[in-house]
Structures are given as C-alpha cells and as structure tokens.
C-alpha cells in the first residue's frame, strides 16, 4: 500500500482526490493538509508520495518543495496545480519534485503518476511534456516581454521571494526602510502587478528566479 498524503488549500480538491483514489487497493491517503507550515509540522515519515498544490496561503509549493525534501529526503512530491507555465514546471523539477499534474487529470493518470515516482522515475503528462518540448525549440508561453532589472532589484526580489521583512531586507542589504520601499515599488510597475503576492508569482513565470 503507498502511503500519501495531499496538500492544497481548497477541502474540494483534497475530497475530490480521496473519493477517486478510494476504490484503489494499492493507494492509501493518509494525511491531508491546507498549508504549508501544517505539511512541514505534521507530515508522517511513512508518507511515501505528497501531491503539493504549488499556490498556498502561506507561500508557494515550488519553494516549499526544496525545504520539504530537506526534511523529508525519502520523499516524493508530485505538484498537484492549475498552472500549465513552463517556467513552474521547470522551477519544481529543479527544486527536486518527481512530478507535475494538473488538478483535472483522470484516476488512471493519477494513480500511474503515484507509482511511477515510488519506483524513481519522473512522470509528466503528455502535455506538459509538450509545452516544455515547446519551449525548448522556441514556441514556449514564456517567451513574452521580460522586464530589465538592476542588480539591487534583482536582490529585492530574492527576498521578497524569501518572505523577508522590509526592516529584514533593509539590515540584509545595508540600505534604508525607504529605499527598499523604494525598489519595491519600481518592482511593481516593471512587473505590472499590485502587491508583493503579485511579484512572487510573476517572477516566476518569467523566470526571473
């Protein structure tokens, strides 16, 4: 029986998958959780396989999948998502995911994705595989506009992905309250986004981190 667990914050998703995989003799769902500090705190070491929704309310799972393998080095992570960017897939495979499944894939994809990564392998769907093929010979989605950063922008944005304070990144990189304000700020209009949220997800899809 492989042991698994599932972490997204919508309960509609976590039962959805738990009522497909209950019927399967070979699967068992054994933890769920909604955020990522739950997944970091309670996880079971017998879990064999996580399914890891990459956009959380406290911090997304293409970062968390990098810590949770530190903690968990046994594990297998598939990203469990809606997102169909290249530049995700790319950044959770790197960060040491075993998979990628968009949140509509069927029972018999879910469950040959759970035991292809228990027996080491990577799996990703057709087409994901497609879109990175795609981009690899320049017909990828991240090939729009890509905004010029400075160096002291490019060092802000690491934070921010990191969750720094504003005083926090102040201290890290002997500037003032203001001008890290200031940086960030001019962050927001070159991404065009609204918030700091905004600036975690749009560097990752340009890839900018």
Known sequence: MIQTAITDDHTIV????????????????LQSFTTIHETMESLSDSIQVLLLDINLPDGNGILACKDLLKKYPKLKIIALTNFE???FIRQIMKNGASGYLLKNTDKTELVTAIKTVLEGDNYLPQ?????LLNESIGKGNSSYFIPKLTSREKEILDLVIKEFTTEEMATALFISVKTVEAHRSNLIQKLGVKNTAGLVRVAFEKGLV
């Not at 087409?127 to 879109?131: A, P, S, T, V």
């Open 14 to 29: 976590i039962e959805g998958i738990k009522t497909m995989l209950k019927s399967n003799k070979d699967i068992e769902i």
């Open 85 to 87: 960017d290249s530049s």
């Open 127 to 131: 087409n994901i595989r497609e879109i």
